[in-house]
């Protein structure tokens, strides 16, 4: 039987998927002047940033220097969320926090709200595609009002998982070994004192001893949103998010295991003895499943030589973070860390093979597993998206087939827009050298 649309929409550009890379490829192409759907999951956008909760701006400055190399949409929304003026070149931390994040799911909000060209769906779901020779025709939404066919031009995978690559048609790749998933969690009323962390570091490895926490890394534990609040990151699950059966499996164990951490630090730790259990994020958190097998696979030795590319829109500064299917105490790896420079993230990588009209951007565009260590941060996700969404917007309005789009106005394109990679937009002299700023002011919002 054929299915039964309760609707057909046909935008221009549809991005699957709010997370990092999907506010940047919205906003890219609406702002490109063509109309743009955005459909996503949860009630909000935000991705890791929200529904995660993980709340680090990594890749936004360089880890050596501090100097500023990822612009354009995250650098926007860094600024509107009061963390550094608009001409600011450096940041101190290199990796800034997100000090709100409620303040930030309305603040994401209201900038889709304000673009006349984009119209979004929460609580949405894409769940398939239909092609038409070497172009996807269709892509199914599932919500509420039933199911939707949305006919776009151009579409933009955001998902995170390469779904609708994947369902199109169009070569992924999965490793055997994917890095595990973190829930990340809140604990109040804990009491600040120089002695915290070890004590919290050798209350969890006796709990793992206990058998009473299967995996864990670090953990980290940060006094990062009041004096005696803590946040962790800490908790380590072995799944395969792509299968529902394993995410369920990570989601329920996530909870397990921060609960556990917790119950041990109740225990154990006197600065938590009058301590409670805030929250956990809203979801799991995912590293890696499915990449696209693109025109161009980054490799990790290209990003170590941080290679340039002709074709550059976006660029990497994040170490190799790979993250080990086993417990590691004091750090998230238990090997050195490798930090390269900047380097360049080259279009051809958002492009798959076999499907005409379809970009991916985010952790699940095309990179070895390693190189996709460091590419998958949420500031480089931002950009990736936001090059993504512009190209999608330039071929539509150009009636120009993706894989044959001018990559030198692609690139001039972004530059004008204070975006893409670093190296075409590279001041004369530094101009500012701020330090983060803390808090969020309302008229910051409007």
């Known amino acids: 039987m054929a299915l039964q649309y309760q609707g057909t929409l046909t935008p221009d550009v549809l991005v699957c998927g709010g997370g990092c890379a999907g506010i940047g490829a919205t906003l890219g192409a609406a702002r490109s002047g063509v109309s743009t759907l955005l459909v996503e999951w949860a009630g909000f956008a935000g991705g890791i940033l929200t529904a995660v909760g993980l709340p680090y701006f990594d890749g936004i400055a360089d880890i050596g220097s501090d100097r500023i190399v990822t612009r354009g949409v995250p650098l926007e929304l860094f600024v509107r969320m009061g963390g550094c003026e608009p001409d600011a070149t450096h940041i101190h931390p290199h990796n800034p926090v997100v000090n709100n994040i409620e303040a930030l799911k309305l603040l994401l909000d209201r900038m889709l709200r304000a673009e006349s060209q984009l119209s979004f769906?929460?609580?949405?779901?894409?769940?398939g595609v239909e092609r038409d020779g070497d172009r996807i025709d269709t892509v199914i939404v599932a919500n509420k009002a039933g199911l939707l066919a949305v006919k776009p031009k151009v579409v933009v995978d955001c998902t995170g998982d390469a779904d609708v690559a994947a369902w199109s048609g169009a070569p992924t790749e999965k490793h055997a070994e994917l890095q595990p998933l973190s829930l990340h969690f809140r604990v109040g009323?804990?009491?600040?004192?120089?002695?915290?962390?070890?004590?919290?570091?050798?209350?969890?490895?006796?709990?793992?001893?206990?058998?009473?926490?299967?995996?864990?890394?670090?953990?980290?534990?940060?006094?990062?949103?009041?004096?005696?609040?803590?946040?962790?990151?800490?908790?380590?699950?072995?799944?395969?998010?792509?299968?529902?059966?394993q995410l369920t499996a990570a989601e329920v164990q996530g909870r397990e295991d921060a609960w556990a951490m917790f119950e041990a630090w109740k225990a154990e730790v006197p600065e938590f003895a009058d301590a409670y259990f805030i929250d956990s994020g809203p979801c799991i958190g995912?590293?890696?499943?499915?990449?696209?097998?693109?025109?161009?696979?980054?490799?990790?030795?290209?990003?170590?030589?941080?290679?340039?590319?002709?074709?550059?829109?976006?660029?990497?500064?994040?170490?190799?973070?790979?993250?080990?299917?086993?417990?590691?105490?004091?750090?998230?790896?238990?090997?050195?860390?490798?930090?390269?420079?900047?380097?360049?993230?080259?279009y051809r990588s958002l492009l798959p093979r076999e499907v005409s009209n379809l970009l991916v951007a985010g952790r699940c565009h095309s990179a070895t597993q390693l190189a996709a260590s460091s590419t998958r941060v949420a500031t480089t996700a931002m950009a990736m998206g936001e090059a993504a969404g512009v190209a999608a917007a330039l071929a539509v309005r150009s009636k120009s087939s993706l894989p044959e789009l001018d990559h030198v106005c692609l690139r001039d394109t972004l530059a004008q827009r204070d975006a893409g990679s670093f190296t075409d937009h590279e001041p004369a002299t530094i101009r500012r050298h701020v330090q983060i700023k803390r808090g969020l002011k309302p008229e910051q919002l409007a």
């Open 121 to 127: 769906l929460y609580h949405s779901f894409v769940c």
């Open 189 to 245: 009323h804990v009491k600040q004192t120089p002695e915290v962390f070890n004590r919290c570091r050798a209350a969890v490895i006796r709990a793992h001893e206990r058998g009473e926490l299967p995996m864990f890394y670090g953990p980290g534990v940060s006094f990062m949103f009041a004096d005696d609040e803590v946040y962790v990151h800490g908790i380590r699950v072995a799944a395969d998010a792509t299968d529902p059966h």
């Open 286 to 346: 995912v590293r890696e499943t499915r990449r696209i097998v693109g025109r161009h696979v980054l490799t990790e030795e290209e990003i170590t030589r941080s290679c340039r590319f002709d074709d550059a829109i976006a660029t990497g500064c994040w170490y190799l973070d790979q993250h080990p299917n086993r417990a590691t105490v004091g750090s998230a790896q238990d090997t050195p860390k490798v930090q390269p420079t900047p380097y360049d993230i080259p």
